[in-house]
């Protein structure tokens, strides 16, 4: 009997040594301590600036699942990309809002899991036509509505991605910022932007 309850301790340490290796690490940015530092190492965070309100996406596991996870799609048949980065934005009073910052993108020509390195330095233009930001709140939380903002205009810029090998995972940096001028969540301005994500090929979606 101990030595089953040894074994299992065992397996649960290890299973939570696992979960922490992969949650996120927030480092501060030196110049604005509330975002995280851009980094290219696959730290799991991103943090921007809305309206001067502070959104941050911090990557965390639990026995229960996975919290602001990213995910990729790409869709062939349309020959488009969606980024879809989950975060919170902190208000006043401690309050949290979930919120979803994505990105819709045309003509890159990625269909497989290796074609991701090609987006390496490159900086896509958000016109707001084909290539445009959303900015989403899907619940509300006491006098914060939900509510969607489309066709952000601004930039994402890939600064760098590394593909593994065996081409079954990927760590994509970068910076973004765009402005949404009038929306059901009112005017946005989403500025110094940043994230460093670790992906595998369970959370990039080809449809």
């Not at 065992?10 to 696992?18: C, D, K, N, P, R």
Request: charged share 15%.
């Amino acid at each position: 009997m101990k030595n089953y309850i040894c074994i299992n301790n065992i397996i649960i340490a290890l299973f939570i040594l696992t979960l922490q290796s992969c949650e996120s690490k927030f480092i501060l940015d030196p110049i604005d301590p509330r975002l995280p530092k851009y980094t290219e190492i696959g730290n799991n965070a991103g943090g921007a600036l809305v309206n001067q309100d502070i959104w941050k996406s911090v990557l965390s596991y639990s026995l229960a699942g996975t919290t602001n996870l990213p995910v990729i799609r790409v869709y062939s048949a349309g020959d488009s990309l969606v980024i879809s980065f989950e975060g919170d934005v902190h208000k006043e009073k401690n309050i949290q809002l979930i919120t979803l910052i994505k990105f819709h993108l045309k003509g890159l020509n990625i269909h497989t899991f290796s074609a991701i390195r090609t987006l390496k330095d490159k900086t896509v233009q958000l016109d707001g036509v084909r290539n445009w930001a959303e900015y989403t709140r899907p619940i509300s939380v006491n006098e914060y509505p939900a509510c969607t903002g489309n066709f952000g205009m601004g930039q994402i810029y890939f600064r760098n991605v590394i593909v593994n090998d065996a081409n079954n995972a990927a760590t994509l940096s970068g910076t973004f910022g765009f402005t949404i001028p009038a929306s059901d969540c009112g005017s946005l301005e989403v500025s110094y932007g940043r994230f460093d994500y670790r992906f595998s090929d369970t959370n990039i979606l080809f449809q």
